[in-house]
T-cell receptor
Framework: DTGVSQDPRHKITKRGQNVTFRCDPI?????LYWYRQTLGQGPEFLTYFQNEAQLEKSRLLSDRFSAERPKGSFSTLEIQRTEQGDSAMYLCASSPMSGFWETQYFGPGTRLLVL | GEDVEQSLFLSVREGDSSVINCTYT??????LYWYKQEPGAGLQLLTYIFSNMDMKQDQRLTVLLNKKDKHLSLRIADTQTGDSAIYFC????????????FGQGTTLQVKP
């Protein structure tokens, strides 16, 4: 069990560019979450997958954001036309599926800087 | 909506006990969590407590839950310099997807 992995760990981009982040959850974890963390704040929920189905999206997830989990394994988060306000740490978490809400295990995060 | 509040900063001397406090508004969470974040890193699960428990002890960590007051605390005994980090309290939101609602985090500074 290698834990949740995220790639890249750091990304610097210019305003207006598109970026894509990848998350590989712990194997056999059905649930996958994306959170965003800005400096000095706690993580904020963005979206959630159960297997390949995206079941909830936060109001924070504007039209420029899209997330996928095509085969119910890894997930990608794409930000189109990046803005300086998108600069943040993007965290992925996974948890197993059971009859109640299981503990979420977090990856190391992808730190995005938009210039 | 759901809200989780924490004090922002705590400074203790090495060897002392640290107590980090958290209050929350939504009491429907089955589990309540404490996560630790070191600079530039992701979140590490420290411990959690089931909502029908009042206390949970795990080595140097003690979690106290007061459901009536919607108050959660984390006590770290014999605090070490390696405990210096940001500590987040988290509860499940009231939706049925298991999303976590986090506090702002408490920065723990341990002085030698």
């Amino acid at each position: 069990d290698t834990g949740v992995s995220q790639d890249p760990r750091h990304k610097i981009t210019k305003r207006g560019q598109n970026v894509t982040f990848r998350c590989d959850p712990i194997s056999e974890h059905n649930r996958l979450y994306w959170y965003r963390q800005t400096l000095g704040q706690g993580p904020e929920f963005l979206t959630y997958f159960q297997n390949e189905a995206q079941l909830e999206k936060s109001r924070l997830l504007s039209d420029r954001f899209s997330a996928e989990r095509p085969k119910g394994s890894f997930s990608t988060l794409e930000i189109q036309r990046t803005e300086q306000g998108d600069s943040a740490m993007y965290l992925c978490a996974s948890s197993p599926m059971s009859g109640f809400w299981e503990t979420q295990y977090f990856g190391p995060g992808t730190r995005l800087l938009v210039l | 909506g759901e809200d989780v509040e924490q004090s922002l900063f705590l400074s203790v001397r090495e060897g002392d006990s640290s107590v980090i406090n958290c209050t929350y508004t939504d009491s429907s969470s089955t589990y309540l969590y404490w996560y630790k974040q070191e600079p530039g890193a992701g979140l590490q699960l420290l411990t959690y407590i089931f909502s029908n428990m009042d206390m949970k002890q795990d080595q140097r960590l003690t979690v106290l839950l007061n459901k009536k007051d919607k108050h959660l605390s984390l006590r770290i005994a014999d605090t070490q310099t390696g405990d210096s980090a940001i500590y987040f309290c988290a509860v499940h939101g009231s939706s049925n997807t298991g999303k976590l609602i986090f506090g702002q985090g408490t920065t723990l500074q341990v002085k030698p």
